[in-house]
């Protein structure tokens, strides 16, 4: 319902919704004062609006014709006819306006699919049609062009892929390293030659959120779930309030990669060994070699042991989620670093600094994470290379038993990022070596600025 004041300035047009009298038509609003715009915009829907018709979604159905496509997209018939809230590509939805805005893409454009397909099979599972266990992502999402094309067609609505699937080879100096010093043995298949080359296949995921499940996860109703959203965003999204009828929300967030070394077929073989590394996004050093914390030395040491896993006639998987800074962004990470840098950088204060600028010390939240393993059939991990407390949690609060926990070498840890590492061990990070106690934490120490200036 809009504000009385934005109501004044505006024109109600024909299919006008009354307030008055709780009749919910869609609620067209000509924008008069503000934007000049040449024909009238829809700003919301309603349930019970005339010509709402969504698409049929049974969210946990093995059938994907009777699960349904998820339809987001306004064109076409889509405005009467979607059944989820949101636009597809996460973040990168803006992009798309800018296209589309900027005339450079039509909106109608219909995507030639041609050769498209996934690079290789991923076999459905029984989990993709239960709710308890895959509430943020479309177990469907990589088949979408190929199972609803006609549906599309039929019913004048945009279906889009939300998962693809594909190989690759894999380029990275540490894997050279690790041949030139024979940790890693050239086979050909996942380790291809003397550059340490590895034959990968990758899986690309975008957000696709069951609002119920995602609600049930965080312990909290649906409403209170679409409330916070509608409102901690500003009202971008206002059918999380008046389509409760619309179960599905594709959220504007970053997605993740599954990248699988081996046969991927065997990752849902509960007689092959797995090892899984599940990384969480850190541009600065997974990217830019920042030495400030463990993130690229620990990522390249679980694809290290990936490959080894699946030279071992087991299965070797990476997962790794745009959740940058702890999910907090980067621009509140580089504050954080500063608050360190200046404040004199202990393991002790570690968290304090990030909880100070934050409010919390992490928002990643790792309750969703574990659906990418019931997609992928994984029902147990031999070999968990991370010492995290709470994807250890999640995952194994989800089911899949985790039989062994492998932190990272010491090794390779860089002496600037032993605040970081230090204060997670404490705080109940896996280890097989020391837990420091907090007056022993106030005595690691990391660079200061002054050291370097
Ligand atoms: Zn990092």
């Not at 080879?169 to 340490?196: C, F, P, T």
């Not at 969480?280 to 290290?304: A, H, K, M, Q, W």
Request: hydrophobic residues 35%; proline residues 6%; aromatic residues 8%.
């Amino acid at each position: 319902m809009a504000p009385a004041a934005l109501l004044q300035q505006q024109t109600i047009t024909d299919h006008g919704y009354n307030s008055a009298n709780g009749s919910n038509h869609i609620h067209e609003l000509k924008l008069k004062n503000e934007i000049p715009l040449d024909k009238d915009v829809v700003l919301t829907t309603f349930t019970n609006g005339v010509g709402i018709n969504p698409l049929p979604l049974n969210w946990s159905s093995s059938d994907p014709l009777v699960r349904g496509p998820i339809v987001a997209s306004r064109y076409k018939s889509g405005l009467l006819k979607h059944n989820a809230i949101g636009a597809h590509s996460g973040s990168y939805c803006i992009y798309h306006a800018l296209a589309v805005g900027s005339k450079q893409l039509n909106p109608n454009y219909d995507a030639d699919y041609t050769n498209a397909q996934p690079a290789f099979k991923i076999k459905q599972q029984p989990q993709w049609s239960n709710r308890e266990k895959i509430v943020s992502m479309d177990p469907f999402g990589h088949l979408t062009p190929w199972l609803y094309s006609k549906v599309g067609q039929d019913e004048d609505v945009e279906i889009k892929p939300t998962i693809s699937v594909t190989k690759a080879h894999m380029q990275l100096l540490e894997m050279k390293e690790a041949v030139d010093q024979g940790r890693l043995k050239i086979d050909g298949q996942v380790v291809i030659n003397s550059n340490g080359d590895l034959n990968v296949s990758k899986v690309a995921v975008e957000p696709v959120w069951y609002l119920p499940g995602v609600a049930k996860r965080f312990g909290i109703s649906e409403n209170e779930l679409r409330k916070a959203l509608f409102e901690d965003t500003n009202g971008m999204y206002p059918e999380l309030i008046t389509r409760p009828d619309i179960k599905v929300f594709l959220a504007p967030i970053g997605g993740l990669t599954v990248y699988i070394f081996g046969n991927p077929e065997d990752i849902s073989n509960p007689d092959k060994k797995l090892a899984l590394r599940v990384h969480d996004e850190c541009n600065g050093s997974d990217v830019f070699g920042s030495d400030i914390c463990t993130c690229r030395p620990y990522l390249t040491f679980g694809i290290e042991e990936a490959a080894k896993e699946a030279q071992n006639g087991g299965v070797g998987a990476v997962i790794y989620f745009r959740k940058e800074g702890r999910a907090l962004g980067e621009v509140t990470k580089y504050l954080v670093y500063n608050a360190r840098k200046r404040g004199g950088d202990t393991a002790a204060e570690y968290f304090h600094r990030t909880e100070c600028i934050a409010g919390v010390r992490d928002m990643r939240f790792q309750q969703l994470m574990p659906d990418v393993l019931h997609w992928l059939g994984i029902t147990k991990i031999d070999r968990m290379l991370s010492m995290s407390n709470m994807k250890h949690d999640a995952i194994v609060d989800q089911g899949i038993p985790i039989l062994e926990r492998i932190p990272i070498p010491d090794e390779l840890i860089p002496p600037d990022s032993r605040v970081e590492i230090d204060a997670k061990i404490n705080s109940g990070y896996f280890t097989n070596g020391k837990v420091l106690n907090q007056d022993e934490l106030k005595e690691v120490k990391g660079r200061d600025w002054n050291d370097v200036e």
